[in-house]
């Protein structure tokens, strides 16, 4: 089935600094992935829509200076949050959908664990 | 975007199956049905999607009445290895990313 790679796991950083997180499409080719944040024991936030080739789309009051999305190729989806702060801790999951949804659904990556020290 | 609404939790035993009910009155007419499975620290795994009527795969069964506002996923013999969260998602086809994820049913399997 369709696999959707995420990298890297998990993150510790410190305040201020920029941390990059990739989410690949290891045997398809995705022109849109998408970005989730996940607080503890809450559900999953859409953030924004990555789209192969242009500009991103951000859900509202999602900040995109702040998390910068860059979707270069067809396999390939980054995620930089910028300047980053203890209250951007969160889990972080991108997802693309593989040919027919009805059969896959959106795959989703195994998600980052950002903690920001 | 439809709005979905799901018990919070339920618990049930190992052997046993079990019925998880999602409430979407507001489906429209081109959405579709998909049901997520989500342990923690992990990103969620698609369980199944469906339209109308019934749908089986080799995990779990999706019945969905005609008049579409509602959907009941199926376990069969669930396992300790079931407990997760599960989470009812409606949205078009082409652009379920873009549904929004509710708030889930945090499923506990007893031995």
């Known amino acids: 089935g369709a696999v959707v790679s995420q990298h890297p796991s998990w993150v510790i950083c410190k305040s201020g600094t920029s941390v990059k997180i990739e989410c690949r499409s290891l045997d398809f080719q995705a022109t849109t992935m998408f970005w989730y944040r996940q607080f503890p024991k809450q559900s999953l936030m859409l953030m924004a829509t990555s789209n192969e080739g242009s500009k991103a789309t951000y859900e509202q009051g999602v900040e995109k200076d702040k998390f910068l999305i860059n979707h270069a190729s067809l396999t390939l989806s980054t995620l930089t949050v910028t300047s980053a702060h203890p209250e951007d801790s969160s889990f972080y999951i991108c997802s693309a959908r593989a040919g027919d949804s009805t059969i896959y659904g959106y795959t989703f990556g195994s998600g980052t664990r950002l903690t920001v020290v | 975007l439809a709005k979905t609404t799901q018990p919070i939790s339920m618990d049930s035993y190992e052997g046993q199956e079990v019925n998880i009910t999602c409430s979407h009155n507001n489906i429209a007419t081109n959405d579709y049905i998909t049901w997520y499975q989500q342990f923690p620290s992990q990103g969620p795994r698609f369980i199944i999607q469906?339209?109308?009527t019934k749908v089986t795969n080799e995990v779990a069964s999706l019945f969905i009445p005609a008049d579409r506002k509602s959907s009941t996923l199926s376990l069969p013999r669930v396992s300790l290895s079931d407990t997760a969260v599960y989470y009812c998602l409606v949205g078009k086809n082409t652009n379920a990313g873009k549904s929004t994820f509710g708030d889930g049913t945090t499923l506990t399997v007893k031995p």
């Open positions: 469906g339209y109308k």
